[in-house]
């Protein structure tokens, strides 16, 4: 049980290892040396964990996106309405990526260009935790928080899209540099366009006077009112 634990703890030492390795020098021109060297270990020693760079760099994604995955089903269980809980995602999504710039490099810049990437049980773990964002978009729909034609499909695109490119741009060009602030403009505009109209029906009233007959200039009370919608 203690060398199970060690090797992971040394894996896990690893996959940050080549996060932030590949993230400063960039994938290709990155070698096996040098993760070796900010993890503080042999060639050999990664090798006994993974037996390729590809197989390193398709790694590193994985593990992250089942803790947040579970972490953030666990924030959701405390959260009422579809609107608040896609308010959360937006949050955690930001904050995550704010604070872990590495991450970000090499999920963005690296990981999105290379298609074999679509093959691994990693990308299955990345869209795993999409889908937690997708089932919270239904759930509006289906109860009436949400219009009954919205596209799951599209308002989720809609918002992973906008956080990507953001993240993207604070990536290569150093802004914006607190992607948080954005949580409540992206929210609010995504929710503004989904959002099924809960005003109610309106009434307008019209009043209809008539003469009576022997009233005096021809003038008279009202003789009964219209309802109209």
């Known amino acids: 049980m203690a060398t199970q634990k060690k090797s992971e703890i040394r894996k896990e ?15 290709q021109e990155a070698t096996i040396s040098d993760v070796a060297r900010e993890a503080g270990v042999s060639d050999a020693t990664i090798y006994e964990y993974f037996s390729s760079k590809e197989e390193l760099l398709f790694s590193i994604p ?17 959260v009422r309405g579809a609107t608040n809980k896609i308010r959360s995602i937006i949050y955690s999504y930001f904050m995550f990526y704010q604070g872990h710039p590495d991450y970000a490099a090499v999920a963005m810049l690296v990981l999105k260009q ?51 490119h953001l993240v993207i741009r604070a990536i290569l060009l150093g802004k914006p540099k607190n992607l948080v602030e954005f949580v409540d403009p992206l929210t609010d505009l995504v929710i503004d366009g989904i959002k099924k109209d809960s005003k109610g029906q309106k009434w307008k009233i019209s009043v209809a006077v008539t ?14 009112k219209k309802m109209k919608r």
Request: proline share 4%; glycine share 10%.
């Open 13 to 27: 030492q690893i996959l940050n290892a080549a996060e932030r390795t590949f993230a400063g020098k960039g994938f």
């Open 114 to 164: 290379n298609r074999k990437f679509l093959e691994t049980k990693a990308y299955e773990d990345v869209k795993e935790l999409s889908r937690v964002l997708l089932h919270v978009i239904e759930e509006g729909i289906a109860s009436g928080e949400f219009k009954s034609d919205s596209n799951p499909y599209l308002i989720r695109s809609t918002i992973l899209g906008t956080i990507e």
């Open 62 to 78: 994985g593990e992250t996106a089942r803790r947040a995955k579970k972490n953030l089903e666990n924030i959701l269980n405390h």
């Open 211 to 224: 003469p009576l007959e022997g009233a005096p200039n021809g003038s008279a009370p009202s003789k009964g």
